[in-house]
């Protein structure tokens, strides 16, 4: 009784067959439209010959599709009521293994390295967008072991993800995603293709961890403060918005901002990655 994952009235027995409901906190809305799970498969470049890794199964409609273009699948999914009824949609699948966990509690370096049978390895998902923010995180931090991430995500992150200086979207998390990986929005998906329907527009985004940052930085964790300060009050100078950091004061920035031939003046928001590198590593005491 594996039921149709590809349809809304399958899912929808599914659902009913395990006595499940769909949890809002646990992102869980249903992909059912093969177009779309075909077009978020095709954006990860698979190789016949990978392992890859899917973050949220659900009911398996995309680990179905991914199980077919690649030598295995290894899903991790936290609800024990899809597990229960994973064992069924996916029955009839030799190269899928499904793990019972909360992805943001895996130590990835080395759960990968002992889940997963080639690497780096691409990840796949249909991401709960309560858990975009940590799963982003993670894998930026981590780069060495996965090679390719597409990932569905809300539309405005998406958006915020990729966006350059002088946009409404360009902010921190733009500088801090641009820093760790080579980003494309590769196209964007309609609410009403889910079952539930989500509030907001989703896009598949694809992500590739970079060899070496767009530009060197001394101090990630400086480069994150000076980003995150520039972004705080998006309307005020570079000078205000950092100088009103104690422990760099006015006078530290601006003399920081002059050694690296930036205006005092501008807004943190028109400044590209080079530049907040630049601003960073001026930032960052000489080591001992
Ligand atoms: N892949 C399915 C699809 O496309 O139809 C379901 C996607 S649904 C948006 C998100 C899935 O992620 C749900 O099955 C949910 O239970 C699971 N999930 C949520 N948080 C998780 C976590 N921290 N670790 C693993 N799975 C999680």
């Not at 994973?86 to 509690?105: A, C, S």
Request: proline share 7%; hydrophobic share 45%; net charge neutral.
């Amino acid at each position: 009784m594996r039921g149709d994952v590809y349809s809304v009235s399958g899912i929808k027995r599914i659902l009913a067959r395990h006595g499940l409901a769909t949890s809002r906190t646990r992102g869980q809305h249903f992909l059912p439209d093969k177009g779309t799970l075909d077009r978020i498969a095709d954006a990860a470049e698979l190789h016949s010959d990978e392992c890859v890794l899917e973050i949220g199964p659900g009911l398996g409609a995309l680990t179905r599709v991914l199980s077919h273009r690649v030598r295995k699948v290894v899903a991790v999914e936290i609800d024990a009521g899809f597990m229960r009824a994973l064992e069924q949609t996916l029955e009839d699948l030799t190269n899928v293994r499904v793990i019972h966990q909360d992805f943001l509690k895996l130590d990835l370096r080395r759960w990968s390295a002992e889940n997963l049978d080639s690497l780096p390895a691409p990840i796949v998902a249909n991401l709960p967008y309560s858990v975009t923010t940590p799963v982003l995180s993670a894998l930026f931090e981590t780069p060495e072991w996965w090679r390719v991430a597409v990932l569905l995500l809300q539309k405005e992150v998406a958006h915020r993800l990729a966006a350059g200086p002088g946009t409404p979207d360009y902010g921190s998390l733009s500088v801090y995603a641009q820093f760790a990986a080579e980003i494309d929005v590769v196209g964007l998906v309609p609410a009403g293709v889910f079952y539930p329907p989500p509030k907001v527009e989703s896009a598949i985004v694809r992500l590739r961890p970079r060899n070496e940052p767009p530009a060197p930085v001394r101090d990630p964790r400086i480069l994150q403060r000076v980003a995150r300060a520039a972004f705080a009050q998006r309307r005020k100078t570079l000078l205000n918005s950092l100088g009103s950091i104690e422990e760099w004061g006015r006078e530290g920035i601006r003399s920081a901002l002059e050694s690296v031939g930036i205006e005092p003046g501008v807004r943190g928001e028109t400044l590209t990655l080079a530049e907040f590198a630049a601003v960073a590593n001026a930032l960052t005491p000489p080591e001992e």
